[in-house]
């Protein structure tokens, strides 16, 4: 092995040799020469990893092990049996004893920190190392280059280099260890700074074995001169938001690595960090975003002196420019999944589509600029919607964040890339060839779309439902006035949509202008008030079905439960008021969109798990939103002493509208139930006659014919093959039921989505607070027998009929959602911490599993 290969770079006074140092020691390297505090070390140069290769023979295995699994294996196991020659173990332990008795040995690779991907947690570190221990530690960080994990990493990446430098240093023991973003990496705000603390080793935090201490600070406005802004920004540093809780654990230096131990009790309850300290460490921060050039993510440490020290510094703007590809169509389950939990079935998805595309296709727009496709598709049975305009439609202005609903609709990879530029314009041609389409069709006629007047409509509309349903019924009419009531329920259908879709959009619109208020005027009880003054008011009929429900379990024997499941009729008192209860809430099924799911009235047995949980919890209802209520009352009392003049008027007008659109979405749902009950008893029976026919074999079977095919075969006797298509396709909608269905798709294949394998999981926080509990996936409905008080409902995604169960469960976590979702509302509601999107939760997380969730943040944390 050559002495080129055997010299060690020294941290500090590194100079023109930063390239051989790799991207964290070069990074850290960078800082010292800037004479920012950073603990002495030295680094061995990727040329010894080279050499050492060469020497053994493993140069060609190394080669095919930089994308091959197997090659990568072996390569691990037969660099663990190298020998390192005596003259370079000496050298190093030498080196070592110099820095100290206990050390921090890092890998630094040559492309990590960099512009277009960090490698962050790819590669291996070892901490508390003795000197002498150091060659075994380095040979370690070698092998980390062809793990598993990194090599993973490249191929999704398609990146990265062959060879790997390490970082050997002093190792501090912390009284705290952290990381700070100088930009919030949760919205994309470059005016905000985020800090995330623990006491002890900071290797609890990254690897998410302990949930840390959160901090937010705010930065001047901008519009100052550069070199004004930067000296205001260091002096106006304002702390906006402190979310600290128990640290009841910590990691601390230990003689074979660190080790878990319980937290002093003097510490368990204080901050890991005081305004002051805060500001000076924003400060520092800031220091390294001018050196860096870009905003920072920066690890640091407290020293028990209480100098903070800086171990790491990565630019955030890591990452490709958000993509707009128009040859690439990218289909998305969100919003969709909620709706239809289950695949969609023939009749009713022929049914919806048409008028749904109707409504949100631009078959123009779709063809010249988006890649083609229609608007809608089913993949596997599962609706998805053409989420490729949205891509389009996003924007980012200067560090401000990008909006948050269309955020939603594109894969987690790119939505992080989005919130790390500084600024995007949108795509104007995609704008202008909507607008274009919306005047020359005058598009704003199949809505409702004045947001003042919304609110009326639907008023209008609910009194019409409430005096034509009751004489819609089906039964017992003749087949040709069946199928005129199937075109009056579709007509209240299209009015329904044309009234909804913008009362979703409203309610969005308003929260967000209301939350934007709260952070401009109100910064330290933005969140605070936000959560309680954006509330339901009193009247959501979800709420109201959940109560009445509570109301009918506690009339409940095991005896009237058994008699239930087995649809048998239940004599007495608890008979008497579930006959009430399906004639004013059965209606309800726990995948509303889809027409022909059942529904409670036609299965009552299905209230089974929810009559259970009920018993099994003391949580109230009614005390919930009471309770809301009156935080809601102080809330708005608090306000109105913080703002006057026309903030306050603004801050009531707009919480006056988000609360009446968040009402208006819950109950509309309700009665769009009601109106698809309506719907499905008309076209089951046609399924009746069928049977008596005989060319079904139950009355069920309708769903799975599409509507021509069912209008056709009733007005003009075309029956043959029916049975057999029907048969046919209940058993495909049957194996595809039985699956998880992919968040997004690229074009017709499953998008590449990174599941986390780290022990944080990360998505929206949807419902604040935090709750720790026992995991319990639930599949379906069926399943919430099993759900315990306290336990963390896990699940792909819920609707309206899952929300009894939120009263028995501690928190709520979810593959798909969003802020306003009816989940999210219920779950705010009740006080249960919940997040959603979290990719892979139900196949990441397994029953018994101990976890905390934080609503706030929009972390799960595995114990």
Known sequence: MGRDAVGLIPLRGAGAQLERMGGKAGGLARLAAADLPVPDGFVVPPETLDALLADAGLTALAGRAFTDLGAARELVERLGAVTLPADLQAAWVAAAERLGPSLAVRSSGLDEDGAEHSYAGQHASVLGVPPREVPAAVITCWQSLWS???????????????????????????????????????????????????????????????????????????GLPRSVARVAARVRLQVVERQVHELGEQLVPGEGGPVLEATPDHLRHRPTLTDGELRRL???????????????????????????????????????????????????????????????????????????????????????LLGGGPALRLHQGYPYVNAT????????????????????????????????????????????????????????????????????????????????????GGRGRPTEERLRLVDRHLDLVREYVGIHICSLLFANLFWQLLDGALASWVPERRQDLRTALATCP???????????????????????????????????????????????????????????????RREPSRLVPLLRSQ????????????????????????????????????????????????????????????????????????????????????????????????????????????????????????????????????????????????????????????????VRVLRSVADGAALRPGDVLVAHAVDPAWTPLFLTAGAVVLELGSMLSHGAVVAREYGVPAVVNVEGATRRLEDGQEVTVDGARGAVWIH
């Open 148 to 222: 598993e994990r990194a090599v993973a990493y490249r191929r999704a990446t398609n990146g990265g280099s062959s060879s790997l430098a390490v970082l050997v240093q002093q190792l501090v023991r912390p009284s705290c260890s952290g990381v700070l973003f100088t930009t919030n990496p949760l919205t994309g705000s470059w005016r905000e700074m985020v800090v995330e603390a623990v006491w002890g080793l900071g290797e609890g935090l990254m690897s998410g074995r302990i949930a840390p201490h959160h901090y937010l600070l705010r930065r001047p406005r901008g």
């Open 282 to 368: 924003a400060r520092l921060g800031l220091k390294v975003e001018a050196l860096l050039g870009a905003p920072a993510d920066v690890e640091w440490v407290r020293d028990p002196r209480g100098d903070f020290l800086l171990l790491q510094a990565r630019p955030v703007t890591a990452g490709r420019t958000p993509k707009r590809d128009p040859e690439q169509v990218l289909w998305t389950r969100r919003f969709m999944g909620e709706r239809w939990q289950q695949p969609a079935t023939p009749l009713g998805w022929s049914l919806f589509e048409p008028m749904l595309t109707w409504f949100v296709g631009y078959p123009e727009t779709q063809a010249r």
């Open 389 to 472: 305009v949205f891509r389009h439609l996003l924007f980012k202005l200067p560090g401000s964040p990008p909006p948050s609903f269309m955020l939603e609709l594109i894969p987690p990879e790119e939505e992080r890339a989005w919130r790390r530029r500084f600024a995007v314009a949108p795509d104007v041609s995609v704008y202008a060839s909507i607008f274009r389409t919306t005047f020359e069709e005058r598009r704003w006629r199949r809505f409702r779309w004045n947001p003042f007047t919304n609110h009326l409509a639907w008023d209008r509309f609910e009194a019409r439902l409430e005096r034509e349903l009751p004489e819609l």
């Open 538 to 600: 009193p009247g959501n009929l979800t709420v109201v079905t959940n109560a009445a429900l509570r109301d009918l379990a506690r009339l409940a024997s095991e005896e009237d439960l058994a008699r239930l499941a087995a649809e048998e009729a239940a004599p007495g008192a608890f008979g008497e008021a579930l006959d009430t209860f399906l004639a004013r809430f059965g209606h309800r099924s726990e995948s509303s969109w889809e027409l022909m799911s059942p529904r409670w």
């Open 615 to 774: 018993l099994a919890t003391s949580h109230d209802p009614v005390e919930h939103a009471e309770r809301q209520e009156e935080r809601h009352r102080a809330a708005l009392a608090e306000l109105r002493a913080l703002l006057t003049g026309p903030r306050l008027s603004t801050a009531e007008l707009l919480i006056h509208h988000a609360r009446r659109y968040l009402l208006l979405r819950e109950n509309q749902r309700f009665w769009f139930d009601r109106l698809l009950w309506s719907l499905q008893d008309v076209l089951l029976s046609f399924g009746d006659d069928a049977v008596d026919a005989g060319w079904l074999e139950a009355s069920g079977d309708v769903a799975f014919l599409q509507w021509e095919e069912l209008r056709d075969a009733v007005a003009r006797g075309q029956v043959q093959d029916l049975r057999e298509r029907a048969r046919r396709r209940r058993l495909a909608w049957e194996h595809h039921a039985a699956r998880i269905p992919p968040t997004f798709l690229t074009g017709r294949d499953p998008a590449p989505v990174t599941t986390p394998d780290g022990e944080r999981l990360t998505g929206l926080g949807i419902s604040p607070g935090r709750a720790r509990g026992t």
